[in-house]
C-alpha cells in the first residue's frame, strides 16, 4: 500500500466511524416556542449530551433516549415536547 493510499483509508475510516451531531430542542405551548436545551454526540453504542448551560452532562443508550430524558426532566419548566435534531445532514431533521 503506497502513502497517498494509506492516507486515503485513514480518512475513509474517520469518516465512517465518526459520531453524529445532534441538538435537543424543547418545544413550549402548542408550537409557540423553543430552545436549545442541549448539543450531543451519538456513537454507535451510546449518545453524550451536555446542556447548554453548562453544569449537566448525560450518557444514554441513544439520542431518542437522552430526548426522553430531557422532555421528562424539563416538563415542570413548561416544556410541552423536547425533539432530536440531526445537526449532520445524514437524519431527517427532526425527530421526536
Do not use: C, K
Amino acid at each position: 500500500m503506497t502513502e497517498q493510499e494509506f492516507a486515503m483509508l485513514v480518512h475513509e475510516v474517520a469518516h465512517e466511524e465518526a459520531p453524529r451531531l445532534f441538538a435537543i430542542v424543547e418545544e413550549y405551548g402548542e408550537q409557540e416556542s423553543v430552545r436549545v436545551a442541549g448539543y450531543g454526540v451519538a456513537f454507535e453504542d451510546r449518545a453524550e449530551v451536555s446542556s447548554v448551560e453548562g453544569g449537566f452532562h448525560l450518557s444514554s443508550q441513544s439520542a431518542e433516549n437522552a430526548r426522553t430524558l430531557f422532555e421528562l426532566s424539563s416538563r415542570s419548566a413548561g416544556t410541552r415536547r423536547a425533539h432530536v435534531v440531526w445537526l449532520d445532514g445524514a437524519g431527517s431533521g427532526v425527530a421526536g
